[in-house]
Each structure stands twice: as C-alpha cells, then as structure tokens.
C-alpha cells in the first residue's frame, strides 16, 4: 500500500512559490518528490512484509493444563444427558410395583431449604 506523505506536496508549494519557475519545471521536481517518497514508502512496505512472512509459522498458540481440563469437562456436560434415563425407569418400576420408599425427612429438608415457601412465612 502506497500512502503519499504531506512533504511532496510542502516541497511542491515551495517550489511553485519560487519565481521565474516554469509550470513545467513544477511538474517535473512534483513528480520527482513524488517518485522517490513513492519509492521509500515501497521500500518500508516490502520490509514490513518481508517481518510479516517471516514471523509466519513461528507463532504458537498454547493452552494450559488448566484450560484443557475446563474443555474436557465441558464437553462431558454436554455430552451428558439432562434426565437420567435409568434412574428414572428404576424409579418408575418401584412405584409400579409398590415397592418405592421415600424418606419423608429428606424430602421435606430439601422442600425447606429449595425456599420454594419462602413467601408463605
């Protein structure tokens, strides 16, 4: 990318100030400072390139022992069903049978403490 400093145009105001200078003469010293900032700012280009390419490959993207964890956890969780099926089928047969159990204590603890009566006291 070619980008024109502000100089070329000073210097051509500078020059075009001058008297007895011709609109040819102008012209010729304009394109002249225009070439050589064109030609410097190429250079700079080229050698900002030249960085880039070379930097490429060398970059290295690590992840933590930390962050890997955290990635495999997250993808059991979501790889995890939200209803255990199992669970519930057993759970489904006992109170079929009538053989299913609750213990009334854990349950209320858990109605208690879940604060689902919170606005009722």
Same mark, same amino acid.
């Given at each position: 990318?070619?980008?024109?400093? /502000?100089?070329?145009?000073?210097?051509?105001?500078?020059? +075009?100030?001058?008297?007895?200078?011709?609109?040819?003469?102008?012209?010729?010293?304009?394109?002249?400072?225009?070439?050589? +900032?064109?030609?410097?700012?190429d250079s700079?280009?080229?050698?900002?390139?030249?960085?880039?390419?070379?930097?490429?490959?060398?970059?290295?993207?690590?992840? +933590?022992?930390?962050? /890997?964890?955290?990635?495999?956890?997250?993808?059991? #969780?979501?790889?995890?069903?939200?209803?255990?099926?199992?669970?519930?089928? +057993?759970?489904?047969?006992?109170?079929?049978?009538?053989?299913?159990?609750?213990?009334?204590?854990?349950?209320?603890?858990?109605?208690?403490?879940?604060? #689902?009566?919170?606005?009722?006291?």
């Amino acid at each position: 990318m070619t980008i024109i400093p /502000k100089d070329p145009i000073n210097q051509l105001n500078n020059i +075009s100030n001058k008297q007895n200078v011709s609109k040819s003469r102008r012209k010729d010293e304009f394109k002249k400072v225009l070439n050589e +900032s064109s030609t410097k700012i190429d250079s700079e280009d080229k050698l900002k390139d030249q960085k880039v390419s070379a930097l490429k490959g060398k970059e290295k993207t690590e992840i +933590s022992d930390t962050t /890997k964890d955290i990635m495999l956890a997250k993808k059991a #969780i979501d790889e995890s069903p939200d209803i255990r099926e199992d669970l519930v089928a +057993s759970i489904k047969e006992q109170i079929k049978n009538g053989t299913y159990e609750m213990d009334l204590d854990k349950t209320a603890d858990a109605l208690l403490n879940s604060g #689902i009566f919170n606005d009722l006291f």
